[in-house]
Protein backbone atom coordinates (compact mmCIF):
# COMPACT_ATOMS: atom_id res chain seq x y z
CA UNK A 1 0.00 0.00 0.00
CA UNK A 2 1.27 3.36 -0.81
CA UNK A 3 0.20 6.45 0.92
CA UNK A 4 0.60 9.93 0.19
CA UNK A 5 0.57 13.34 1.72
CA UNK A 6 -0.87 15.93 -0.31
CA UNK A 7 0.75 19.23 1.19
CA UNK A 8 -0.35 22.62 0.53
CA UNK A 9 -0.24 25.95 2.66
CA UNK A 10 -3.39 26.55 4.75
CA UNK A 11 -5.73 29.19 3.58
CA UNK A 12 -8.87 29.98 1.17
CA UNK A 13 -9.81 27.98 -2.00
CA UNK A 14 -7.17 25.85 -3.75
CA UNK A 15 -6.30 24.10 -6.59
CA UNK A 16 -3.57 21.09 -6.61
CA UNK A 17 -1.99 19.50 -9.68
CA UNK A 18 -0.87 15.91 -8.47
CA UNK A 19 0.29 12.74 -10.02
CA UNK A 20 -0.41 9.85 -7.32
CA UNK A 21 0.76 6.57 -7.11
CA UNK A 22 -2.65 4.51 -6.72
CA UNK A 23 -3.16 0.78 -6.85
CA UNK A 24 1.04 0.59 -8.62
CA UNK A 25 0.03 3.10 -11.43
CA UNK A 26 0.52 6.85 -11.91
CA UNK A 27 -3.25 8.78 -11.76
CA UNK A 28 -2.50 12.39 -13.06
CA UNK A 29 -5.61 14.18 -11.11
CA UNK A 30 -6.47 18.38 -10.86
CA UNK A 31 -8.08 18.67 -6.98
CA UNK A 32 -10.30 21.47 -6.17
CA UNK A 33 -10.51 22.30 -2.61
CA UNK A 34 -13.51 25.38 -1.83
CA UNK A 35 -14.95 26.11 1.63
CA UNK A 36 -18.08 26.54 2.28
CA UNK A 37 -18.68 29.34 3.85
CA UNK A 38 -22.67 29.14 4.72
CA UNK A 39 -22.21 24.96 5.83
CA UNK A 40 -17.99 25.63 7.35
CA UNK A 41 -16.99 22.97 5.47
CA UNK A 42 -14.22 22.08 2.90
CA UNK A 43 -15.53 20.11 -0.59
CA UNK A 44 -13.58 18.52 -3.07
CA UNK A 45 -13.78 18.15 -6.72
CA UNK A 46 -11.89 15.66 -8.76
CA UNK A 47 -10.76 16.16 -12.40
CA UNK A 48 -8.90 13.95 -14.61
CA UNK A 49 -5.54 15.53 -16.16
CA UNK A 50 -5.67 13.50 -19.05
CA UNK A 51 -9.01 13.37 -19.69
CA UNK A 52 -9.62 16.86 -18.65
CA UNK A 53 -13.32 15.78 -16.90
CA UNK A 54 -14.86 15.70 -13.72
CA UNK A 55 -14.44 12.33 -12.18
CA UNK A 56 -15.97 13.33 -8.76
CA UNK A 57 -17.80 17.01 -7.31
CA UNK A 58 -18.32 18.56 -4.53
CA UNK A 59 -17.43 15.59 -1.67
CA UNK A 60 -17.45 16.96 1.85
CA UNK A 61 -14.57 17.00 3.78
CA UNK A 62 -16.07 15.92 7.12
CA UNK A 63 -14.62 13.30 9.30
CA UNK A 64 -17.96 12.98 11.64
CA UNK A 65 -15.58 11.82 14.57
CA UNK A 66 -13.64 9.18 12.76
CA UNK A 67 -9.93 9.62 13.32
CA UNK A 68 -9.42 8.16 9.69
CA UNK A 69 -12.23 7.14 7.63
CA UNK A 70 -11.57 6.51 3.85
CA UNK A 71 -13.50 9.61 2.32
CA UNK A 72 -13.50 8.05 -0.80
CA UNK A 73 -14.81 4.66 -0.01
CA UNK A 74 -17.82 4.67 -1.70
CA UNK A 75 -16.72 5.62 -4.96
CA UNK A 76 -13.81 2.87 -5.05
CA UNK A 77 -15.58 1.74 -8.46
CA UNK A 78 -13.76 4.38 -9.89
CA UNK A 79 -10.41 2.83 -8.93
CA UNK A 80 -9.28 6.70 -7.77
CA UNK A 81 -8.24 5.21 -4.23
CA UNK A 82 -8.50 6.27 -0.79
CA UNK A 83 -8.75 9.43 0.87
CA UNK A 84 -8.01 9.43 4.53
CA UNK A 85 -8.19 13.48 6.14
CA UNK A 86 -6.09 13.26 9.54
CA UNK A 87 -7.06 15.28 12.22
CA UNK A 88 -3.11 15.57 13.25
CA UNK A 89 -3.35 18.54 16.57
CA UNK A 90 -6.18 17.10 18.18
CA UNK A 91 -8.54 20.03 17.31
CA UNK A 92 -12.05 19.78 18.04
CA UNK A 93 -14.82 19.58 14.77
CA UNK A 94 -13.68 20.01 11.14
CA UNK A 95 -11.02 21.52 9.09
CA UNK A 96 -12.26 25.38 9.06
CA UNK A 97 -10.78 27.33 6.57
CA UNK A 98 -7.18 27.58 7.60
CA UNK A 99 -6.38 24.91 9.02
CA UNK A 100 -6.55 22.45 6.41
CA UNK A 101 -3.02 21.33 5.59
CA UNK A 102 -1.89 22.04 9.10
CA UNK A 103 -4.31 20.86 12.15
CA UNK A 104 -5.82 18.38 9.15
CA UNK A 105 -3.26 16.08 6.68
CA UNK A 106 -5.26 14.44 3.31
CA UNK A 107 -3.45 11.37 2.86
CA UNK A 108 -3.95 9.75 -0.26
CA UNK A 109 -3.46 5.58 -0.76
CA UNK A 110 -4.60 2.84 -2.54
CA UNK A 111 -8.11 1.72 -3.55
CA UNK A 112 -9.53 -1.12 -0.94
CA UNK A 113 -8.05 -4.09 -2.21
CA UNK A 114 -11.87 -5.52 -1.88
CA UNK A 115 -12.78 -2.98 -5.11
CA UNK A 116 -9.66 -3.52 -6.87
CA UNK A 117 -11.23 -4.71 -10.24
CA UNK A 118 -9.21 -8.53 -10.88
CA UNK A 119 -8.55 -9.57 -7.28
Do not use: C, H
Request: a negative charge; charged letters at 15%.
Amino acid sequence: MSAQALSFDPGPNKTLAATLNVDGSNLSLLLTFRFNEVAQYWVLTIFSKTQNAIILDSIPLITAGYPAANILRQYSYLGIGSLYLLNMSGVDGEPNESNLGTDFVIIWSDTPIDFRAGV
